[in-house]
């Protein structure tokens, strides 16, 4: 596609003030900057949709983690796609739709060699955001590498109908699991489960203690566990898996915005008895894994048997509330931002 030049200046989201507990819209300044030209082995590109995803909340505090905290006053970053304007890098040329990792800003200047070509033809470039990018590979790797999921498992898993947590329950399914629950956080999201994705039960956490709705819809229990919330989710977990039963730590979404220490899980010790294994992952550590994630998922996405789902928010100004509605719940399927044509 044609690709018109950059204006001089454009607008970037800075972290303002670092949140205590929940984020609120002050946190946040929305800026404008110079553009910066490309100079050699640079790119240019116009960010067509940003990712907002739950890791950014531990980046707005200053802890060191796997990745670094965001700075106080200057751009945020996260993963992002778009087209490329200009280029001084072997390979690239104005109209390359590619996948990088300067989002939060309309316009990036960045070394080529961190963004990757995608093919807009096979896919809508969001989806490099979602099922065909990082929380897709979560997913897969989670269940497949990490839980180690096999033919006639009964598997939980909780933000279901999240973006991670959606594919889990799906692919579990397309693997042969022989029982998948789910839970979320409305009773939309848990008909959506049931009737649209394919799951054998789900429950609304918000309802009744986890450990009571997961022994009803699991009465035999659980052999694996994807974790994405932690807390009451994971003691309810290791109460119900079995003797060998597994447990994928991917996120704790439950206590991002807590101030203070979480209250579960209590049971820890049951892990002992039952020989359980629990174990955290991280994303990074999995792409080798990505030639047979897109082979595979691609093929699910082109049969139809596996299902997607997006919330969009439309316009830049809007990607600070985008994100904080993130972590309120507001999203069904991955969250993106698409910024004004
Ligand atoms: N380890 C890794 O490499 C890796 C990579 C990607 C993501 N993750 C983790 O995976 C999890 C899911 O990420 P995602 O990108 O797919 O986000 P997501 O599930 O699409 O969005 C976050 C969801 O979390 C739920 N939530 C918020 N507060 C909650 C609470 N107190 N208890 C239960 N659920 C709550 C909300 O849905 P409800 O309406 O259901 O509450 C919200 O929609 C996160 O914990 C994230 O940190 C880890």
């Known amino acids: ?26 946190d946040f300044a929305l800026v404008e900057a ?8 640079e790119i240019l590109v116009r960010n067509t949709h940003l990712s907002v995803d ?12 796997y ?6 006053g200057a751009a945020m970053d996260g993963g992002a796609v778009g087209y490329v304007v200009a280029s001084e890098a072997e390979g690239f040329a104005p109209g390359d739709a590619v996948l990088h990792g300067l989002g939060w800003r309309e316009y990036a200047t960045l070394d080529a060699g961190h963004a990757v070509k995608v093919d807009p033809q096979a896919a809508p470039l969001s989806a490099y955001l979602g099922v065909l990018g990082m929380p897709g590979l979560t997913a897969y790797a989670g269940l497949l590498a ?5 033919e006639g498992d009964k598997v939980f898993v909780s933000g279901a109908a999240g973006a991670v947590g959606s594919l889990v329950g799906q692919i579990a399914r397309l693997k042969g699991a022989s ?8 009773a939309e999201k848990v008909a959506k489960l049931v009737d649209e994705y394919g799951f054998d039960a789900a429950f609304n956490y918000k309802d009744a203690p986890v450990a ?8 035999e229990g659980i052999d694996l566990y994807f974790d994405n919330v932690g807390g009451d989710h994971l003691e309810a977990a290791i109460g119900a898996l079995g003797v060998h039963g597994r447990a994928v730590l991917c996120g704790a979404i439950a206590q991002y915005n807590s101030t203070t220490a979480p209250a579960a899980p209590r049971n820890l010790a049951m892990a002992i008895g039952k020989r359980l294994r629990l174990e955290g992952m991280l994303v990074r550590d999995h792409a080798a ?5 897109v082979a595979e998922v691609a093929g699910w996405l082109k049969s139809g048997e596996l299902r997607t789902e997006e919330t969009v928010v439309d316009g830049f100004e809007n990607a600070a509330e985008a994100f904080i509605d993130l972590l309120r719940g507001v999203n069904t399927g991955k969250m993106v931002v698409r910024l004004d044509d």
């Open 146 to 150: 990490v839980g180690g999921l096999k």
């Open 289 to 293: 894994l990505q030639p047979q994630f």
């Open 34 to 41: 110079p553009v910066r030209t490309p100079g050699p082995g």
């Open 1 to 26: 596609m044609a690709e018109q030049a950059a204006p001089a200046t454009a607008r970037e989201w800075h972290l303002a003030a670092r949140p205590q507990g929940w984020p609120v819209s002050t």
């Open 54 to 65: 739950p890791y950014m909340r531990g980046r707005m505090n200053d802890v060191k983690s």
């Open 67 to 72: 990745v670094p905290p965001f700075r106080l």
């Open 179 to 186: 029982l998948v629950v789910g839970s979320a956080g409305s």
């Open 212 to 219: 009571e709705q997961l022994a009803k819809a699991a009465p």
